[in-house]
């Protein structure tokens, strides 16, 4: 048990749809970041955010966003999809700013998205 | 720039003997390296991480790592596989700029009866 929860975690869009992904951390957990992982691949950093705030961003287009909340909840927002957007979407946090290593980051069990 | 290789793609062991999975990491820094498993249609599990502490590190389910900085690797290994071990593995390194996780392509575990 992460305490990291994620929904929905099927769904199914239709290509040029938008889709919003949710994610509840736990408490005290003030860093969230969204991972991509296509079948067969690792995962792949989205985005991160600190305090509402994002302080990190892989090699992903604008059509990607988030947000994060006080409440230690968070979002991706996915624009205009595309059919390679089809992947496992996963949501991690961590206690710490987000900088430096050595956080442990707990992850959730993911939304899976499928568009056709 | 930080990256991981995992050396195998698949590996298949007995129940019952023992497990190695290969990771080599490239970094400017001394690195933060972890090993999560994804067993199927799960999400992520950390199995352990090394944080320039002791160069053993010991994880969960019998699972431990060995940082040898000369070799740039930190395989993954447990005396005993068990049919549960049966997964998905990722060897993960940190960006210690930003902090963000960085994977390799994973390697499937197969455990045979």
């Known amino acids: 048990e992460t305490g990291v929860t994620q929904s929905p975690t099927h769904l199914i869009k239709t290509r040029g749809q938008q889709v919003t992904l949710r994610c509840s951390s736990q408490?005290?957990?003030?860093?969230v970041s969204w991972y991509q992982q296509a079948l067969g691949q690792g995962p792949q950093f989205i985005f991160q955010y600190y305090r509402e705030e994002e302080n990190g961003r892989g090699n992903f287009p604008p059509r990607f966003s988030g947000l994060q909340f006080p409440n230690y909840s968070s979002e991706l927002n996915v624009n205009a999809l595309e059919l390679d957007d089809s992947a496992l979407y996963l949501c991690?946090?961590?206690?710490?700013?987000?900088?430096?290593?050595?956080?442990?980051?707990?992850f959730g069990e993911g939304s899976w998205l499928t568009v056709v | 720039a930080q990256s991981v290789t995992q050396l195998d793609s698949h590996v298949s062991v007995s129940e019952g003997t023992p497990v190695l999975l290969r990771c080599n990491y490239s970094?400017?820094?001394?690195?933060?390296l972890f090993w999560y498993v994804q067993h199927p249609n799960k999400g992520l599990q950390l199995l352990l991480k090394?944080?320039?502490?002791?160069?053993l590190v010991k994880g969960i389910n019998g699972f431990e790592a060995e940082f040898k900085k000369s070799e740039t690797s930190f395989h993954l290994t447990k005396p005993s596989a068990h049919m549960s071990d049966a997964a998905e593995y990722f060897c993960?390194?940190?960006?210690?700029?930003?902090?963000?996780?960085?994977f390799g392509q994973g390697t499937t575990l197969q455990v045979k009866p």
């Open positions: 991690a946090s961590s206690p710490g700013t987000g900088y430096g290593s050595g956080n442990t980051i707990y």
């Open positions: 970094s400017s820094y001394s690195p933060s």
């Open positions: 408490s005290g957990h003030n860093t």
């Open positions: 090394y944080t320039s502490a002791a160069t």
């Open positions: 993960v390194v940190s960006d210690s700029n930003t902090g963000k996780l960085i």
